[in-house]
Nanobody, 126 residues
Framework: QVQLVESGGGLVQAGGSLRLSCVAS????????MGWFRQAPGKERGFVAA?????????EYTDSVKGRFAISRDNAKNTVYLQMNSVMPEDTAVYYC??????????????????WGQGTQVTVSS
């Protein structure tokens, strides 16, 4: 069973950068589809970015973060990252890492992922 632990959240000024990390346990990480989602207060959890589990790695992003955020993975460290640049106050949310160990594709739906981390808070001040 894969378990996920996020870190790297915090308070950042608008225009700044932050890198989130998600460490996964389990032996199948290198072929596991991974994603990042976020949930702001009073809003539903929504898709941010995803990366495939097979090389070459394909990534997908929600429109609002394209060109600002980048998802990557280091299979040697069982870790997936979300590099957040040029952050804006509307990026404020709890960010969740998600895994689909049964597939190596790229997925943007909540229901595509069976395993979730506990979340890490990102707050962007204006």
């Amino acid at each position: 069973q894969v378990q996920l632990v996020e870190s790297g959240g915090g308070l950042v000024q608008a225009g700044g950068s932050l890198r989130l990390s998600c460490v996964a346990s389990g032996r199948t990480f290198s072929t596991t589809a991974m994603g990042w989602f976020r949930q702001a207060p009073g809003k539903e959890r929504g898709f941010v970015a995803a990366i495939s589990g097979d090389s070459p790695y394909y990534a997908e992003y929600t429109d609002s973060v394209k060109g600002r955020f980048a998802i990557s993975r280091d299979n040697a460290k069982n870790t997936v990252y979300l590099q957040m640049n040029s952050v804006m106050p509307e990026d404020t949310a709890v960010y969740y890492c998600a895994a689909n160990p049964r597939s190596s594709g790229v997925y943007s739906g909540l229901r595509d992922y069976a395993i979730w981390g506990q979340g890490t808070q990102v707050t962007v001040s204006s």
